[in-house]
């Protein structure tokens, strides 16, 4: 798996850098308009937010506990925040290098799941304080969601699929700023799964990483305190 995220963390570069179509940034007044926050298509204006408030997400996920990663000749900490705070610009490119980094295969043993490295899993029970306080609590995990449900209902009521569409190919930061989108929500499945395994949560919470954004964070909303 971890050489799989590895490929698609660079094919996806190649892709943005000499594939994507479209008007590059420098020309492109649908990239102006959202970066000046003028746009006036609902559609674009949410899912560009949307990309705003999934790092939050995965900053929730990822730094409320510490992950390990390592190889079978010793352990090796592996920083999560250096990841989180990059994905804030450059969303799916700064996090697919960090899950291909400490990604390790669960090896089923009774009713948990356990690292392939035998690695000890974090505790979550030590003391917050901080951010990671701050991504822990249940009142961060709310005020996302509503945010995300709100957009989405804006984009509904306010948007124009047709324009969203035109934009996908005219302009090369909405084709990116979409697959971007997509990859995010796919990873936050991996995400998911290893959250849940390293907290003693059932694996099949990883399908709601399939809802983009509200899936995760109703992940979390259900986790209940003891984790």
Partial sequence: MRYSLGLLWLVFIVYALFMAPGNSPGNDPVFKGLLTLQSKEA???TV???LGIFPAVYACL????SVKAGGREGKRS???????????GLGAFAL???Y???WTFPVRTGSAYQVNNHLPVPSADSSKTGVARVAASKLTHLVLLLLTLGLAVYAITQGNPEHYAEAFNQSSFVHIM???LGVLTLLSTLAIFQDARDNGRAAYWA???LLPLAGPLIYLLTESEQH
Avoid at 62 to 65: D, I, V
Avoid at 79 to 86: D, G, I, M, N, Q
């Fill in 96 to 98: 697919l290098p960090y």
């Fill in 48 to 50: 560009f937010s949307w």
């Fill in 78 to 88: 592996v920083p999560a925040w250096p990841f989180v705070l990059f994905s804030f």
């Fill in 178 to 180: 979409t697959i971007d």
């Fill in 207 to 209: 399908w709601l990483g």
């Fill in 43 to 45: 559609w674009l204006l």
């Fill in 62 to 65: 990822l730094l409320r506990n």
């Fill in 100 to 102: 291909a980094w400490v």
